[in-house]
């Protein structure tokens, strides 16, 4: 059985039940799972593979709860720069259109590879659009080769334009052929063992792009299946707009009414959720994915995480697309949450470490998963190790672990997924990402000029 003794940490957050964090701490590893967690005295002093670490912070791996990796191939498209959710969607949807499959298994190997480097472990994906040759199977392909652990969300649209919804006629599907695939996916590939690498859920795309019917059925098969439900909700004003002359509600009543609340269901943004919706969410178990980088680039607002955290629901990080973010760097999304909490004028809206645990144990219950976002025994061995030596950093010691938030966010030294050292002292070991990034660009290229 394959050992791994992480050891001389500098600083070991845990986010234990203790939430305790350990000085010249220590992780031994057998087969993928934390086996023992303490200060490096009084754990084995031998393994297959030893990492010092004496100048790192190690904290659970982070956990990404929404994102749509084919994004990655339109970021910062000169006409969409400076456009509102709505607008924002109508200028892609035509660039969108021309995907195919190798796009979007090159674009899910470039977001993941973003991600594990910032010290990202798990990741969802919502990936909502197939025109073309496109399948789910090409992102959970990629998934595998990299070593990420992944939660692959079959989205859908069926609800085109000239049927009142927001996506163009050609870029929509029809609902038994959705359903169909969804059954597929999850029989082909959906793994609700402890420590899976791969399981599969259910994502309509928004109210906005799909039919109520879709929703309960989508509801119903998950529940028989016992997999996930995931959609966008309350995104920005235009959203609510939609929801109240379409629906002649608010969208938390809607999704009530669908069967879209409880603890197997989470909702990307939330931005406009009210006082009644986030105690629905809290009384529920409902959870929020909240993706506050892309909700300021497309001037959404300010999701109210202090009122959900209080209320209990369940909140986690998200990177969003990389077409309205545009970066999958997660780390950096857990800083701009706390940055953008404290803009209402309480600067203590969200602390550091709150931060640091919405994008850790806070993901990790979004996602369902009781053996990932903290570094106890019998967890998975996922976690992030991130150098202290570097400029960014100086004068921060005073407290390592709120320098990661508060500090210029910085890519991981070592990201280790269940056992497996996936980067090494700043490089990605399982692709050859140059030559993937140079795929990636010309696939990017190609895309846009062909519109």
Not at 238 to 263: K, L
Request: charged residues 20%.
């Amino acid at each position: 059985m394959a050992t791994l003794l992480v050891r001389h940490i500098y600083r070991l957050v845990t986010m234990d039940e203790a939430r305790r964090e350990i000085e010249n701490g220590a992780l031994f590893i057998r087969d993928g799972v934390i086996e023992a967690v303490g200060e490096t005295d009084s754990l084995p002093a031998s393994a297959d593979e030893v990492l010092e670490l004496r100048r790192h912070v190690v904290i659970p791996g982070l956990v990404n709860t929404h994102h749509h990796m084919y994004q990655t191939l339109t970021r910062a498209i000169p006409a969409c720069q400076n456009s509102e959710l709505f607008g924002w969607l109508k200028s892609l949807y035509p660039i969108w259109a021309g995907l195919r499959a190798e796009h979007v298994y090159v674009s899910a190997l470039t977001a993941m590879a973003e991600l594990i480097l910032s010290g990202c472990t798990t990741s969802s994906d919502h990936l909502y659009i197939f025109p073309n040759d496109c399948k789910l199977d090409d992102e959970i392909r990629a998934a595998e080769e990299i070593g990420i652990r992944f939660h692959a969300m079959r989205g859908s649209m069926s609800l085109g334009e000239s049927k009142g919804g927001l996506p163009p006629d050609r870029v929509v599907e029809d609902e038994r052929a959705i359903l169909a695939d969804s059954q597929r996916l999850i029989e082909t590939y959906h793994d609700d063992r402890r420590y899976a690498m791969l399981r599969i859920g259910l994502a309509p795309c928004s109210p906005f792009s799909v039919t109520t019917t879709l929703m309960r059925e989508a509801a119903a098969m998950a529940r028989s299946y016992g997999v996930r439900l995931h959609t966008h909700l309350a995104e920005n004003q235009n959203d609510i707009d939609y929801s109240r002359e379409v629906f002649g509600m608010r969208p938390g009543d809607y999704v009530q009414s669908v069967g879209w609340v409880g603890e197997d269901v989470w909702h990307a943004h939330c931005v406009k959720l009210n006082a009644a919706e986030i105690a629905l969410f809290g009384r529920t178990g409902t959870g929020v994915a909240h993706c506050p980088g892309s909700n300021a680039r497309l001037a959404s607002g300010i999701a109210p995480v202090r009122a959900m955290i209080d209320a209990g629901v369940p909140v986690g990080l998200g990177v969003d697309g990389s077409a309205s973010n545009d970066s999958g760097h997660l780390l950096a999304e857990a800083r701009q949450a706390l940055l953008l909490q404290r803009l209402g004028g309480d600067p203590a809206a969200l602390s550091a470490r709150e931060a640091l645990e919405l994008a850790t144990r806070g993901g990790a219950r979004v996602l369902g998963r009781d053996d990932i976002g903290a570094l106890a025994p019998g967890m998975a061995a996922d976690f992030a190790a991130y150098n202290l030596e570097q400029v960014g950093f100086a004068g921060a010691l005073h407290d390592p672990v709120a320098a990661l938030l508060f500090c210029m966010p910085v890519n991981a030294d070592y990201t280790v997924i269940n056992g497996r050292v996936v980067v090494r002292q700043g490089h990605l070991q399982t692709i050859d990402l140059p030559v993937v990034l140079e795929r990636h660009n010309r696939l990017a290229r190609t895309l846009v000029e062909g519109v």
